[in-house]
Structures are given as C-alpha cells and as structure tokens.
C-alpha cells in the first residue's frame, strides 16, 4: 500500500509539475508564434520583392506583365528595323496591349499594322484570320470597358444585356459587329464569330430583330415566362 500510495503521489506530482509548466509557457508559445509570424511575413515580402525584380527584369518570361511585355517587343521591332519582317511582332504587341487593358491602343496598332502590310478587309485570307479576329475581340473588349467599367449598375455585363446593361457608349459593340459581320461573310461556319456578333446586337439593343436571319441564334434572351431566376447584384 505504501508503494501505491507513493506512486500515486508522485503521479499527482508529476501532473501538477506538468500543469504548472504548462501554464507558465502559454505566455512564451503566443510570443514565439507571433515573432514566428512577423518573421514569416517578412520573409515572405522578401520573396515577393525578388521574384517581382526578377519578371521586370525578364518580362517575356512572364505571362501577367502584358504592358512591360509590348514595351519590350517594340524594343525588339525597332532593333530589328521595322518592315515586313515584324509583322508578326506586331501582331504580338497588339495582343499584350489588349491583354493589358490598353484596348484603343492595341486598336490602334492593327490598324496600323494592316495598312503597313496592305492587309484589305475586302478578302479575309485563313493566313490573316487571327488579325481581324483579335480587332474584333478588341472593338468588343472597348464597349465593355467603356460601358461595364464606365457605368456600372445592377445588371452591368450580366447575361442577357438588356435594360441598363445595355451599351451606352456604342462605338466598340458597333465596330464589332461590323467586323464580325465581315470575318462571317468569309467563314460562314466560325461559330464563335457568330455567337459574338449576336452578343454584339444585344449590347446596343439590336438582338433579335436587327441579327441578319443566317446569323441569328435563337433564344439568348430569356422568355418573359422563363422559371430561372434571374442572378442580380447587390451593391453596397
């Protein structure tokens, strides 16, 4: 029985000596892990700051860094002494413009490059295709920034566009069906071309009606007795 007793006691001890230590390092775990913290995030600020020196300094590498990337092609372009040779530099240049939000310059660049290069809209070649795709891309790109970004309200670049989602500032949705309309004449089957060209039409309030009939997709706007409900934005 003594022995039980003295084991039994030296267990209680032992528990209370734990719990005590316990309880004096609460304090030392919060500060360590807090110091921890700090240090992690600095650490982490750090990495951050060498891989975002490193991708400005080799922008080509990075896929996000579109403006330094056009920045860096033109550099290329003009070492290279321009001419035909470039073109499809400068095809590439307007493609990062656009990715980069710079949407009337990048406009501005095809045009450019397809009357430097004599490219007519007149005859859409498969070769020069992906030219008059990406500035109809960007003509639509230019209604969505100037209208969804520009004014926005409840139902801005919501599917279907009607009401005040419609497009104001008409110039890039007209431009795009203008183009698509165009690229359609010559690739009667690219349905992409098609489904953005109805897009275009219902962004100035022209779809069904003002949709030529062998381009029209039916049933993009909802019926008026449509069970699905309709997804609206809650502004704060």
Sequence with gaps: MVAVRRTVVSVVVAAMSLGVSLACDTQKPAQARAVARRNDTVRMADTLAVLSARALAEPMSNPFLNHARAQS????????????RTFNTRHWVADELLKAGETREAIGELESLMRDARVSPDTITE????LFDLLAIASLRLGEQENCLGGPSANVCILPLEGAARHTHQEGARDAIARYTQLLQFFP????????????WMAVGGY????PRRYLIPNL????????????????
Excluded: M
């Design 73 to 84: 092609l033109r550099v290329s372009i003009a070492a290279a002494g321009g001419g035909p």
């Design 127 to 130: 070769q020069k295709k992906s």
């Design 189 to 200: 089957q690219d349905h992409g071309s098609q489904y953005l060209l109805n897009i275009a």
């Design 208 to 211: 069904p009606d003002s949709v």
């Design 221 to 236: 706007a909802p019926r008026a007795n449509d069970p699905f409900p309709r997804v609206r934005q809650h502004r704060r």
